[in-house]
């Protein structure tokens, strides 16, 4: 079943989270004993239902704006048996109203966006909580700039560089950043 989440995300195009990406946000979630998780930006449920098989107690609220991979979504998690532990909600990350206390905020939506979802969602991140934010080298992009030909690559380029700029520049949260996937950040209030 995972295993065909994974060869439809692939035929289709889907940006899921790579393997070696996945695996160390599940090790993270366990040895942290994260038990309740928001993850902006849910494609077809895959990161959600990898995430919920940590422990049967991990309760997940996902956000997805696009409809048809919402419905995906939402039909990959009933198969699954995870519907009690995973809510999907169907609405634009910036407009949606969310509330509860998370011990995660995975921001995996529009790369452009991330200050905005993390000032919009980290008052609601429990004290001891991590916000991790995944896609900042996009494809080695940020790293090596002029790989980046197009208006629309470069212009992401530069908010990804805001973005990591903000983090490191933050008063009130710690940032490290860990080479897995397609590099991932780990926030923490200090
Ligand atoms: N976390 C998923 C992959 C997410 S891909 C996994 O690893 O399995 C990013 C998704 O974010 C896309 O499906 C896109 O439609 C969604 N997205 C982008 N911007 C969004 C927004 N503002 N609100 C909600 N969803 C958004
Ligand atoms: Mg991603």
């Not at 989440?5 to 599940?26: F, Q, R, T, W």
């Not at 990161?47 to 991979?69: C, G």
């Not at 995660?104 to 004290?127: N, Q, V």
Request: proline residues 2%.
């Amino acid at each position: 079943m995972i295993k065909e989440i994974e060869i439809y995300a692939k035929e289709n195009g889907v940006p899921i989270m790579l393997p070696d990406g996945i695996e160390y946000l599940c090790n993270y979630i366990q040895e942290n004993n994260i038990k309740s998780i928001l993850e902006i930006g849910s494609a077809i449920g895959y990161s959600a239902i990898k995430m919920a098989l940590v422990s049967e107690d991990i309760t997940i609220t996902t956000i997805e704006r696009d409809k048809e991979r919402y419905d995906l979504a939402i039909n990959n998690i009933k198969k699954m048996n995870l519907d009690d532990c995973i809510k999907v909600i169907y609405g634009d990350a910036l407009e949606v109203e969310v509330d509860g206390k998370f011990d995660l905020i995975f921001i995996d939506a529009s790369k452009g966006h991330s200050i905005d979802f993390f000032e919009k969602y980290s008052p609601l991140l429990s004290s001891d909580g991590t916000i991790v934010t995944d896609n900042l080298s996009f494809h080695g992009l940020v790293e090596n700039e002029s790989l980046a030909v197009t208006k629309n690559q470069k212009g992401l380029v530069r908010k990804i560089k805001n973005f990591i700029n903000f983090l490191d520049n933050n008063q009130e949260f710690v940032t490290t950043y860990i080479n897995v996937g397609d590099k991932i950040s780990i926030t923490k209030r200090k």
